[in-house]
């Protein structure tokens, strides 16, 4: 909906601003449960905008609900290093695409 903005923070932890009306952080609003410190992990929002995903330092994925920013699931995606990248797919909404400095890319159902 163009509502929120959602941002990684190196505190390990994802926060959310306000993006229509008055700008601002949403401190309740939060999603915490990875470790991200020192690395670039991106996060991304499903289609329908009902999870969001994020790639971890440790090599894990993962979810959590957006409504209730509750996580959902954590997953072992890669080996070697961080979970570096996660995308949705934009047509299937329980599809998930990670990468990771393992050179390795997976396709996540």
């Known amino acids: 909906t163009g509502a929120f903005m959602a941002c990684q923070s190196l505190d390990n932890q994802i926060v959310v601003y306000q993006g229509s009306g008055k700008f601002g952080l949403q401190r309740k609003k939060k999603f915490v449960g990875h470790q991200v410190a020192g690395y670039a992990c ?29 996580m959902l699931q ?17 047509v299937l909404p329980s599809t998930v695409f990670t990468c990771g400095w393992d050179g390795v890319i997976k396709i996540w159902e």
């Open 42 to 70: 991106d996060m991304a929002i499903s289609p329908d905008g009902q999870f969001l995903c994020s790639g971890d330092g440790g090599g894990k994925l993962c979810f959590w609900e957006w409504r209730m920013h509750k």
């Open 74 to 90: 954590k997953y072992r995606a890669h080996d070697k290093g961080p979970t570096i990248g996660c995308v949705w797919h934009p």
